[in-house]
């Protein structure tokens, strides 16, 4: 199937400018399928895994369906987990940031029921939510589901796994039957084609199953980095590794302009290459960089593809890819011509979880690398230079300059020693930041967390009439953090536990220690292993 992209089809314009704001190029294979059979009215059921773009294959039909003239219900999106519904939610917002007087509201267990019902009351399009969480408001009769047009089920496997059958079958009897169901899941088990069956019309079944992925013998590496500090990681790299060329992954158009200006100013010879770049623009950058005159090319998946360079040294996802077929694509750029490879990885967050999904479809081993630390960096700068010195010094005459060497340090307090330290620090630079401005991945220890995340102790619990969604409120509220990338929250009759990205924590800890959740002071600190 041809690469189609997103204006070729019939799309709401200020949707296709969301698309563009968020910097995608062409749609995903299961976007590309599903997207014009969606429009036309159809049911389906999608066969595709986490991570193909199947959120923007049904969220732009459902926004593009959707009158914001008509202040009710008019689409409903059931997802197994509350940190789907929350990511699916985010993701259709983004869809939607041009059109105007569209309200998207997450419904899930553990957030206080009262302000769902207030955000309900004040005229909401599209609920996103848990099937437990949605029956309490049918229960309620908070939600009025009269002018449902569409349905999509998402992750259908997984809800049915969960034990949500029942809670499925009775919210599909509850909305009109003249609606348009949009079914998702990873697999077919029998239970998927009989609800498909029964609560379906003229079902057409969409497949986007993953080829079996293997990758060439490359050296892989993964960093746990902050997002501020991407940049700095990645100079290090380059600086550690030198490599003669090298490839650097981004997942949009922006971020590819916003590095490449990044490296350019830090003195690297890079450039970037994307799809808004027109075709004389993207012919001379590559035929610079076959030239080996640019070190550093910065791309966009779908801008690399053709790019045939055998002396790609190393290739950096600067960004996790979003499709694990991506990452092989990314990673098969380097070792080539039996040459070896090497590639890494910036990770970020619970991205470590998308890493992992990875290697499983991959069947590779991705390592965990320490940061490279300030003196690593130099050490080994100062090693490839003292290289050089070493065959300079064998190989040619270098009377001239002992005889100038001599005279400078002839009356002077300092020595031939220090002029040649003073040499080598000029060869190697000065520009790195400060390591204690890195997280230090190793500063919290073993919390009993999951991994890339730290856990967190606070002197609240039960018993202080607090609930689970304050906990997520005030650590969101306060640092700005995202709310979605909290995870675990275990509370007890007097304290609470709470898990955060561990490049969060140090803030969360720094921020939370001057705050009140529910006007009441507390106390926060690093949880000790159980």
Not at 282 to 292: A, C, L, T, W, Y
Request: proline fraction near 4%; charged fraction near 30%; aromatic fraction near 6%.
């Amino acid at each position: 199937m041809r690469n189609v992209k997103f204006d070729e089809i019939n799309i709401n314009p200020n949707i296709l400018r969301a698309v563009e704001e968020m910097g995608f190029e062409e749609m995903s294979p299961i976007q590309a399928k599903a997207i014009p059979v969606i429009l036309e009215g159809k049911d389906i059921v999608g066969q595709a895994q986490t991570g193909t773009g199947k959120t923007a294959a049904f969220g732009i039909p459902l926004l593009q369906k959707i009158d914001p003239q008509e202040k009710t219900v008019q689409a409903l999106v059931l997802c197994p987990t509350r940190e789907l519904a929350i990511q699916v939610a985010e993701e259709i917002r983004n869809l939607a940031m041009f059109m105007h007087g569209i309200k998207i509201l997450p419904v899930y267990g553990g957030q206080e029921i009262s302000k769902q019902i207030r955000s309900l009351k004040s005229g909401v399009q599209v609920i996103i939510g848990t099937p437990g969480r949605v029956m309490d408001h049918m229960r309620r009769k908070t939600v009025k589901f009269g002018n449902i047009r569409m349905v999509v089920l998402d992750e259908a496997d997984e809800m049915l796994n969960m034990g949500f059958r029942e809670d499925i079958e009775t919210i599909l009897k509850e909305v009109p039957e003249a609606r348009q169901t949009i079914l998702f899941s990873a697999t077919m088990p029998g239970p998927i084609l009989e609800i498909a069956r029964t609560y379906q019309k003229s079902t057409e079944i969409i497949k986007v199953v993953k080829k079996e992925l293997t990758v060439p013998k490359i050296e892989q590496y993964y960093y746990e980095v902050s997002p501020k500090n991407k940049e700095e990681v990645l100079a290090r790299l380059l600086d550690m590794y030198n490599p003669k060329l090298s490839l650097v992954f981004c997942n949009t158009k922006k971020q590819v302009d916003e590095l490449t200006a990044s490296l350019q100013g830090r003195g690297y010879f890079a450039e970037g290459l994307h799809g808004d770049m027109k075709q004389q623009q993207r012919d001379r950058v590559m035929n610079s960089f076959r030239n080996g005159r640019t070190e550093i090319l910065v791309a966009t998946d779908v801008a690399a593809r053709g790019i045939d360079v055998d002396d790609v040294e190393a290739v950096f996802n600067y960004d996790v890819p979003q499709d694990d077929e991506y990452y092989v694509h990314r990673i098969g750029r380097t070792g080539r011509a039996g040459r070896e490879g090497r590639a890494f990885t910036l990770v970020v967050g619970r991205e470590v979880f998308k890493l992992k999904d990875i290697q499983r479809y991959c069947k590779t081993k991705i390592k965990l690398q320490p940061i490279p630390s300030i003196n690593d960096v130099t050490a080994v700068k100062a090693e490839k230079v003292l290289d050089r010195v070493q065959n300079i010094i064998e190989n040619e005459d270098l009377t001239k300059m002992v005889d100038l060497i001599q005279d400078r340090i002839n009356g002077v307090d300092y020595t031939a020693l220090d002029i040649a330290a003073a040499f080598l620090k000029m060869s190697i630079g000065d520009e790195y930041g400060n390591d204690d401005e890195m997280t230090n991945m190793d500063e919290f220890g073993d919390t009993g967390a999951e991994a890339g995340m730290v856990r967190l102790f606070i002197n609240l619990g039960k018993k202080q009439n607090v609930r689970p969604g304050d906990f997520l409120g005030a650590i969101a509220g306060e640092t700005g953090m995202p709310g979605k990338l909290i995870g675990t929250i275990d509370m007890y009759d007097k304290y609470t536990f709470v898990e955060v990205p561990r490049e969060y924590a140090s803030e969360v800890i720094q921020v939370m220690k001057t705050a009140k959740i529910k006007g009441k002071s507390i106390n926060i600190e690093p949880a000790n292993k159980k």
